[in-house]
């Protein structure tokens, strides 16, 4: 996961980075959603652009992405688990280096996975057009990417002091939905786990890996968490993930794992990148 403490991943809420307006460069967590009355969230807040009528419309309703207040989407009524939506987004991209001007449209599916304190944002892109006085481009786009956590960070002084705890739940990508289990061992601040039932990459070990104080100064975030920890799949290759401590007792968990299949210059395959998401509670 390319850590950012922001929303939004390479392609910064189903739009490309080189537009040059969103909040920040990489995936990563933050602190913006609200919570209910009771403690639960109830909206999360989508990222800012500078960058002329960027809009995001999810489930039927439109969210402008210039505005502060029209960036909020409300998930009070949403049940929690893994839901799905078309999504289509636009916005004017200022052309560079004497390229005219164009405007960049992307369709395809966005995903929320919700918890009492915690929420996943996820997109497969599908279709990127492109208009501008050179006519009009239409092209396949391909990549599942989890494009934020929000939440209730749990601050370090919160967490078990003794103990171990596991954490069961769920594991996504696009469609595919399998079982996450991950124990944390608060004695040895330490943590390990696995990820089951997905055909497309087999088994998934989440080797254990140091449990740890994350501070951002600049997105305002100071949780607790695991970065970089070591992932292998049986069908897939190894990699990475990441994953948070949510809620105000280390309730839950929220995270990423990114997967990496080797290319062969035999076969002339590309490598390939896949991305998890990951959500547990205790």
Known sequence: ?????????????????????????????????????????????????????????????????????????????????????????????????????????????????KQNYSVILGADDQYVYKSSADGNQK?????????????????????????????????????????LTYTADFDAMRGSGSITGMPTFGKVTLKSAEITQVEDQEEDFKGVGVEDGVAVAEKVGSGTYDLYFFGPKAEEIVGVTTLTRPGDPKLETEEQEFEIGIAGKR
């Open 1 to 113: 996961m390319r850590k950012s403490f922001v929303a939004g991943t390479v392609a910064t809420l189903f739009m490309l980075s080189a537009c040059g307006g969103g909040s920040g460069n990489g995936g990563g967590v933050s602190t913006e959603a609200t919570p209910t009355s009771k403690g639960y969230i109830s909206s999360i807040v989508l990222p800012k652009f500078d960058a002329s009528s960027a809009y995001i419309k999810i489930d039927g309703k439109t969210y402008h992405l210039d505005n502060e207040v029209n960036r909020v989407i409300d998930i009070s009524g949403y049940s929690k688990g893994l839901h799905r939506f078309d999504f289509e987004s636009s916005m004017n991209i200022e052309g560079s280096n004497g390229k005219k001007n164009y405007k960049e449209s992307h369709t395809g599916k966005a995903y929320l996975y």
């Open 139 to 179: 092209a396949p786009e391909e990549g599942f990417t989890i494009d934020s956590l929000q939440g209730e960070e749990t601050p370090i002084e919160a967490l078990p002091t003794k103990g171990r705890y596991t954490y069961n739940g769920e594991a996504f990508h696009k469609d595919e939905v399998g079982k």
